[in-house]
């Protein structure tokens, strides 16, 4: 796997198995806090998030929503999602997520990844993807339970938000955050976002959105990407958010229990067939068989 | 076709140029599938040029092997039916396996452990080429559900791990029985050979005076 200059940074890699080099593992989590409460909408991080990291996806068709592209894409690896919501007392409530990247603590596309160091976590938390080593398969968006990750069809290989993980490694704060005009999005060590969302969701609670709370799902072992939810009883109705997010079992029983298993068995497989060699040799024609066999053939009417 | 006098066809031309054309689809798709399934395989993309090569030409791979062992099973297949034969074959398979011949009972063109390989793989291609059509991403990625693509692939790891199981067993019993290989390089068998592994099969061609591989041809 060809290193770069931040290896040491490195907790976990893509289809290893050895220990990550563990040197930093003290390094502070860091944590973005979205705190839909206060969003407007403006997309101001969409615009931020392109002007970083130099993304020009193409222009599309309107289709009648304020989302816009309609979904994530290898150019677009932040998105605003609108959702118009009626509430239990019959009030329309307009609910605006930004999508994007949750920078799980247990990354199920880091899990599914065949490509040795194509993903990766800092010792921050942050999960990256290191174009060079991605060969493109797609595991990545099956290992996600946040359907993330968006292949291109030009270079083949993922792409999804890095947190900025350019700027966070120099002590700069996300592009979306720098951008955020209402202080929607903030960014610090988990611990500090943790304590600010509590505030938060207080004030929320008194103000009679009684089910308000952090979205740091336990399912993925939390996430470096929290979310402050009026209705965090509901995840889902923030366009789909998941419940429960967790690794498919389908994902941990293909990339945990199968592969030793498989492989033992292909091992045994060829151990049983050199020990039956071993013991019983291989079957050779005799010279009996042969004459047995002219026998037969003189005398259903000799040679042909 | 020349073949040394006295000699039976195990395997027509076509056959032969068949078969070989899935066991190196079979093997190159063995080789970047193992790299994809495990870490400590994945040195082996490195034959085929590298990760992105190996991820884009595996699929292909399977599509030919899929029409080519199409062509296996029509072949094939009539020889490979079950019959009587098998079950008497089965209740012998101790001696199958200690090269006690006298006690295996006679043997038309296939035994019943050909006919598991063969049947085997007629099972386990369609699901592979179901399964991996579901996460051949280049061309598929929205064809369906990610949830289905989860379970396919978990299907697809399976069913390659069985397959290479029985590709062993095909591979060694290849070179248990020796003449096996040439039957299928070279295409024929002695008569001996054919009395001691096949005798049914050879009571059959010479019935019919003929030079194989099946009666009357």
């Not at chain 1, 490694?169 to 988990?190: D, H, N, Q, R």
């Not at chain 1, 965090?232 to 945990?256: E, R």
Request: proline fraction near 6%; glycine fraction near 8%; charge should be neutral.
């Amino acid at each position: 796997m060809p290193n770069n200059l931040q290896s040491q940074d490195y907790i976990r890699i893509s289809a290893t198995t050895l220990t990550p080099p563990s040197v930093r593992r003290h390094e502070e989590e860091v944590a973005k806090l979205i705190d839909v409460t206060r969003c407007i909408g403006c997309k101001a991080c969409q615009a931020a998030c392109m002007e970083w990291n130099n993304l020009r996806g193409s222009v599309g068709q309107f289709e009648g929503t304020y989302d816009n592209p309609l979904d994530l894409d290898p150019n677009t690896w932040t998105l605003m999602r609108f959702t118009e919501w009626d509430n239990p007392k019959g009030d329309l409530e307009w609910l605006i997520r930004k999508d994007g990247c949750m920078h799980c603590e247990d990354p199920g596309c880091l899990k599914a990844c065949p490509a040795p160091g194509a993903i990766v976590q800092y010792a921050s938390g942050i999960v990256d993807f290191v174009s060079e080593n991605c060969i493109g398969c797609g595991y990545c968006v099956k290992g996600c339970p946040f359907n993330i990750p968006r292949i291109s069809q030009v270079d083949h290989k993922s792409y999804k938000c890095t947190l900025c993980s350019d700027r966070v490694g120099v002590g700069l704060e996300p592009a979306c955050v720098k951008a955020c005009p209402t202080g929607a999005i903030m960014f610090g060590s988990k611990t500090d976002m943790t304590t600010w969302a509590s505030e938060r969701v207080e004030d929320l609670k008194s103000r009679g959105f009684e089910n308000a709370g952090l979205y740091d799902p336990p399912g993925v072992g939390g996430t470096h990407v929290m979310y402050v939810l009026h209705h965090a009883d509901m995840p889902s109705i923030y366009a789909g958010l998941p419940d429960n997010p967790h690794i498919s079992t389908f994902v941990q029983a293909w990339k945990g229990a199968l592969k030793p298993i498989a492989l033992a068995g292909v091992a045994f497989a060829a151990v049983a067939g050199f020990l039956h060699w071993v013991v019983w040799g291989s079957n050779e024609v005799e010279d009996r068989d042969e004459k047995e066999a002219a026998e037969l053939i003189r005398a259903e009417g000799g040679p042909k | 076709m020349t073949y040394p006098r006295g000699i039976f066809i195990r395997n027509s031309a076509t056959q032969r140029v068949n078969h070989w054309i899935t066991a190196a689809c079979f093997v190159l798709l063995m080789i970047s599938g193992l790299a994809m399934f495990h870490p400590m395989l994945f040195w082996l993309s490195a034959l085929f040029g590298g990760g992105q090569w190996m991820r884009a030409v595996h699929p292909w791979v399977g599509c030919i092997l899929v029409v080519s062992y199409a062509g296996m099973i029509v072949q094939y297949v009539r020889d490979n039916l079950p019959t009587h034969d098998d079950v008497a074959w089965m209740k012998a398979i101790g001696s199958v396996l200690t090269n006690d011949e006298e006690h295996i009972p006679e043997v038309p063109r296939f035994n019943t452990g050909q006919k598991f390989v063969f049947w085997s793989m007629a099972l386990l291609v369609p699901v592979l080429l179901i399964t991996g059509l579901a996460i051949w991403d280049a061309y598929f990625e929205h064809a369906t559900p990610i949830e289905t693509q989860r379970i396919a692939a978990l299907i697809h790891s399976m069913a390659a791990a069985i397959a290479i199981i029985i590709w062993i067993i095909h591979v060694y019993a290849a070179i248990w029985v020796r003449g096996s290989v040439r039957a299928m390089t070279r295409g024929y068998v002695t008569p001996g050979w054919a009395w001691r592994h096949h005798r049914k099969w050879l009571r059959q061609l010479v019935e019919t005076g003929s030079m194989g591989p099946r009666p009357g041809s």
